[in-house]
């Protein structure tokens, strides 16, 4: 459907966050554009618009975003250029006059994170805040949906995570707090929200808990990193993907991603959802 009232640009609409959001949108009668790459996979959505639009081409991305206020800017693929496609597409969204950009970074996004992918947040962050746009940035940590993934077939889960900790938050939660601020993005200007759940867990308390709540026998292995980039070798890829999926237990281990913060409970009046609870809806 088309809609030219649309002022809230969502990007990601057919992943798991941006498509989240887009549709607790919809059910709040919110119009809105929804920025794709495939219009074939745009979900159909009351009072949405699909407009097609790649982070790395500015001059269709300008386009796409024309005459919208509003863009929740999920962040790009990770790939070798996707600092490149970043400032593409912030710089896109500026020349387009978006007042207003709510980005999905990572908890503790810095140039030497541990965690490799959060340099290139690092850099989305500063690019965003020197765009001469009002900014929200959603840190958010390691999601609790991700970690089912990580549990291999042989019901291990490994990685050189040792005893660290880690406060996993759900997709659900995520989308929830964007689709708050997006409803009235002026609050929540030039803010930046560290999203985590209630708890941190270690992956030995992930493990067990995944084991309880689907009747399997889960296991986490404490790998060292030797170990760790040799049993990860198996599948063929360039270093940057090995560095990424080693780095993200490494991040565990060094205690970065322990923090517990109060922030979803501030944005959404409630307190997030528990691993177990989590479990509970799979």
């Known amino acids: 459907m088309s809609n030219s009232s649309a002022t809230v640009a969502i990007t990601g609409a057919t992943g798991a966050i941006g498509g989240r959001v887009a549709r607790r949108l919809a059910e709040q009668g919110m119009a809105q554009r929804l920025i794709v790459r495939d219009l074939n996979r745009a979900p159909e959505l009351p009072l949405a618009e699909a407009r097609v639009a790649e982070y790395g081409d500015g001059a269709v991305a300008r386009e796409a975003l024309e005459g919208t206020d509003t863009l929740f800017m999920v962040s790009g693929k990770e790939s070798a250029t996707r600092r490149e496609e970043h400032r593409t597409f912030i710089e896109a969204a500026a020349a387009a006059g978006v007042k207003h950009i709510v980005y999905t970074s990572f908890f503790t996004a810095a140039y030497d994170a541990v965690f490799t992918h959060a340099r290139d947040h690092a850099e989305a962050e500063d690019l965003i805040k020197s765009s001469g746009m009002q900014w929200t940035l959603l840190r958010d940590n390691f999601c609790m949906d991700v970690m089912l993934h990580f549990v291999g077939e042989d019901g291990v889960l490994r990685g050189p995570a040792g005893d660290g900790r880690c406060s996993l938050i759900a997709r659900d939660d995520v989308a929830a707090v964007a689709t708050r601020i997006l409803e009235a993005p002026e609050g929540h200007a030039d803010k930046t929200y560290d999203l985590t759940g209630p708890e941190a867990l270690t992956l030995s308390e992930v493990a067990t808990a995944i084991s309880a709540a689907q009747g399997r026998t ?65």
């Open 218 to 282: 889960v296991t986490f292995h404490n790998e060292t990193v030797e170990e760790a980039y040799k049993f990860r070798r198996a599948w063929p890829a360039e270093q940057w993907e090995y560095d990424a999926w080693v780095s993200t237990y490494t991040a565990i281990a060094s205690g970065d991603l322990s923090e517990v913060t109060g922030d979803v409970q501030r944005v959404l009046g409630r307190a997030p959802m528990t691993f177990g609870h989590f479990l509970q809806t799979q």
